[in-house]
């Protein structure tokens, strides 16, 4: 069955960065994009980006340009989203799910960001 | 970016009454590109209805979606303790793609 399975929970300082991963299985990782969607405690969903698992192309939402990073490893089937700069308010849940054209059925378990002095 | 807003921010109902959930669009949305997607506490979103009104594999008939072009509607015709959560609709037509900010669906 279709599985993502996201990196475990992560607490950095202001002014760093942080890489999450989005471990994907039961599936052609090529066929389908990684899409990233992030939640801050206690608010709504928020659209980051997504890559094209297939070339590599992607889009980010121009909040995150130039400090987030989403990359791919297709030999093992792994999204990554990697963003720099951290602040407090990017304290939130952040998932990964499959999909074309949008997120789709599958998303990973989300992986909590805590930035924090 | 294309703003969707959602309506009621909260809606109170009980089980076996019929809900009806707003989401409007300040611009058309090409191809009808908008999901639907239902979220409980401590769990990743659900994807209920796309392209306004396909519903995903295994979700109840029970859900129905429905519109065009700027405003849009998720129906949940009887519903049931399961049901009560925060609903989410997503326009994915245009670049960057954006989420309203939901509508508590609560007892």
């Known amino acids: 069955q279709v599985q993502l399975v996201q990196s475990g929970a992560e607490v950095k300082r202001p002014g760093a960065s942080v890489k999450v991963s989005c471990k994907t299985s039961?599936?052609?990782?090529?066929?389908?994009?990684v899409y990233w969607v992030r939640q801050a405690p206690g608010q709504g969903l928020e659209w980051m980006g997504w890559i094209n698992s297939k070339n590599g192309d992607k889009y980010y939402a121009q909040k995150f340009q130039g400090r987030v990073t989403m990359t791919t490893d297709t030999s093992i089937t792994t999204g990554y989203m990697e963003m720099t700069r951290l602040t407090p308010d990017d304290t939130a849940i952040y998932y990964c799910?499959?999909?074309?054209?949008?997120?789709?059925?599958?998303w990973g378990q989300g992986t909590l960001v805590t930035v924090s002095s | 970016e294309i703003v969707l807003t959602q309506s009621p921010d909260t809606l109170s109902l009980s089980p076996g009454e019929r809900a009806t959930l707003s989401c409007r669009a300040a611009?058309?949305?090409?191809?009808?590109?908008l999901a639907w997607f239902q979220q409980k506490p401590g769990q990743a979103p659900r994807l209920l209805i796309y392209?306004?009104?396909t519903r995903a594999t295994g979700i109840p008939d029970r859900f129905s979606g429905s519109g065009s072009g700027t405003d849009f509607t998720l129906t949940i015709s009887r519903l049931e303790p399961e049901d009560f959560a925060m609903y989410y609709c997503h326009q994915y037509g245009h670049s960057p793609s954006t989420f309203g900010q939901g509508t508590k669906l609560e007892i």
């Open positions: 392209t306004a009104s």
């Open positions: 799910a499959r999909g074309v054209g949008a997120p789709g059925m599958h």
């Open positions: 611009q058309t949305i090409a191809n009808n590109f």
């Open positions: 039961g599936y052609t990782f090529t066929d389908y994009y």
